[in-house]
Antibody, heavy 113, light 112 residues
């Protein structure tokens, strides 16, 4: 059974940083593209970033380019999202996703003073 | 960015009756390999999204056969043949060919 468990969310002030983590199990992690998708409270879904199987390619939505960095450690079956210069509009539930098919439960990021 | 437009945005349905959601993309979703990368997701209240349909019409494992997807090019449809109480939630279409991948606004399905 595929499992994706996110952690690292919390309350942070505008301009601050957070690092989200996702530990994967139940599949060969190194064989799949991985992504982060977010959902602001009461709103729709937004694909934030994805990363190739070996980490050699990354893609970002324009609103986070230059501020967020997606990375992975295949030896640890782990996906990360380093979020810097956080803004109020980054407040959302962040989901770890395996090729659109499997989703974690999410970790909540709140950016507020 | 590719804009995904769903209709209706709210869909009250009677238990046991059919339901249909439309999704239109601003660009073709046909990839060079011939496949069309259009997915449908269900998000029940308080839960993570769950993929129901991939590549227009392929049901994911465990998805009841009352759910079906159809369409081509830029116009797609999700149908529920007979709505059950557990189908309440928000449904999203999503394109996975043009980065950034994008979702429709969501269609809220509720029981009348």
């Amino acid at each position: 059974e595929v499992q994706l468990v996110e952690s690292g969310g919390g309350l942070v002030q505008p301009g601050g940083s957070l690092r989200l983590s996702c530990v994967a199990s139940g599949f060969t992690f190194s064989s799949f593209w991985m992504s982060w998708v977010r959902q602001a409270p009461g709103k729709g879904l937004e694909w934030v970033a994805n990363i190739k199987k070996d980490g050699s390619e990354e893609n970002y939505v324009d609103s986070v380019k230059g501020r967020f960095t997606i990375s992975r450690d295949n030896a640890k079956n782990s996906l990360y999202l380093q979020m810097n210069s956080l803004r109020a509009e980054d407040t959302a539930m962040y989901f770890c996703v395996r090729v659109a098919a499997d989703w974690g439960q999410g970790t909540l990021v709140t950016v507020s003073s | 960015d590719v804009v995904m437009t769903q209709s209706p945005l709210s869909l009250p349905v009677t238990l046991g009756q059919p339901a249909s959601i439309s999704c239109r993309s601003s660009q073709s979703l046909v990839y060079s390999d011939g496949d069309t990368y259009l997915n449908w997701f269900q998000q029940r209240p308080g839960q993570s999204p769950r993929r129901l349909i991939y590549k227009v019409s392929n049901r994911d494992s465990g998805v009841p056969d009352r759910f079906s997807g159809s369409g081509s090019g830029t116009d797609f449809t999700l149908k529920i043949s007979r709505v059950e109480a557990e189908d309440v939630g928000v449904y999203y279409c999503m394109q996975g060919i043009h980065w950034p991948w994008t979702f429709g606004q969501g269609t809220k399905v509720e029981i009348k």
